[in-house]
C-alpha cells in the first residue's frame, strides 16, 4: 500500500513558467513533508520541507503547500530553469517514528529552453 | 566535509558472489539507512541504523545484512547476489533525534548482477 503518492511520472514545463508539482498521501499521522531533487548519477539532495503546523514554506524560487485535509501537497518552483530539470521526491515523516522517511516514486521534471 | 561518501561507485557481480557496500558519514549523526532505488519504484528503505549499535529492518530487507561499524560507517551486505538486486544503492544519515530531520544521501553505488 503506497502511503505517499506522485501519480504524475513527468512533467515538461516551458523555460521562465511554473512548475507545480504534486503529492498525495494517505497516513493522518504524517507530520513532516520534504522534497529532494535527484540528478542523474547523483544521489538526493534536501530541497525544502514543510511541518503540518504550516501551509506554505517559501525558499526563492521554491515554494511548497500543504492542505492537510486533502492529504495533498505541491511543489512550485516560479520561474522554471533549465537546471531544475531532475527527479523530484516528495517525502513524509512520523515524528518520533525513528525519523524513517516513505518516499514518494518520483515526478521527472523537463524544463524547455 | 565530504557529507555522505560511498564505495564503489559501480560494481559488476556474477550471481551468487557476495559484496560489501560501504558508507562513511562525518557530520556526527546518530542515525544512517540504506535504500535502493529502482526504475518506476522510488527510494525504498532496506535497513536503517537509529543509533551506533542498532540495527532494524526497512521495507525490503531480504538478501542482505548491514552492520554499523562505529558512528561513522555503516556498510550494506549481499551474501548471495541475486539479478533482483540490481539496482541503485543509497546510504543517507541524520542527526537522529526524531524531530523532523533531514536526511542527507550518498552519491549512490551502481549495482549490476549479471
Known amino acids: 500500500d503506497q502511503q505517499v503518492k506522485q501519480n504524475s511520472p513527468s512533467l515538461s514545463v516551458q523555460e521562465g513558467r511554473i512548475s507545480i508539482l504534486n503529492c498525495d498521501y494517505t497516513?493522518?499521522?504524517?507530520?513532516?513533508f520534504l522534497w529532494y531533487k535527484k540528478y542523474p548519477a547523483e544521489g538526493p539532495t534536501f530541497l525544502i520541507s514543510i511541518s503540518s503546523i504550516k501551509d506554505k514554506n517559501e525558499d526563492g524560487r521554491f515554494t511548497v503547500f500543504l492542505n492537510k485535509s486533502a492529504k495533498h501537497l505541491s511543489l512550485h518552483i516560479v520561474p522554471s530553469q533549465p537546471g531544475d530539470s531532475a527527479v523530484y521526491f516528495c517525502a513524509a515523516d512520523q515524528t518520533g517514528a525513528n525519523s524513517k522517511l516513505t518516499f514518494g516514486k518520483g515526478i521527472t521534471l523537463s524544463v524547455r529552453p | 566535509n565530504a557529507g555522505v561518501t560511498q564505495t564503489p561507485k559501480f560494481q559488476v557481480l556474477k550471481t551468487g558472489q557476495s559484496m560489501t557496500l560501504q558508507c562513511a558519514q562525518d557530520m556526527n549523526h546518530n542515525s544512517m539507512y540504506w535504500y535502493r532505488q529502482d526504475p518506476g519504484m522510488g527510494l525504498r528503505l532496506i535497513y536503517y541504523?537509529?543509533?551506533?549499535?542498532?540495527?532494524d529492518k526497512g521495507e525490503v530487507p531480504n538478501g542482505y545484512n548491514v552492520s554499523r561499524l562505529n558512528k561513522r560507517e555503516f556498510s550494506l551486505r549481499l551474501e548471495s547476489a541475486a539479478p533482483s538486486q540490481t539496482s541503485v544503492y543509497f546510504c543517507?544519515?541524520?542527526?537522529?533525534?526524531?524531530?523532523?530531520?533531514?536526511?542527507?544521501f550518498g552519491p549512490g553505488t551502481r549495482l549490476l548482477v549479471l
Open positions: 543517507a544519515s541524520s542527526d537522529g533525534d526524531w524531530l523532523q530531520e533531514t536526511q542527507y
Open positions: 541504523s537509529a543509533s551506533e549499535g542498532t540495527t
Open positions: 497516513n493522518s499521522m504524517f507530520d513532516y
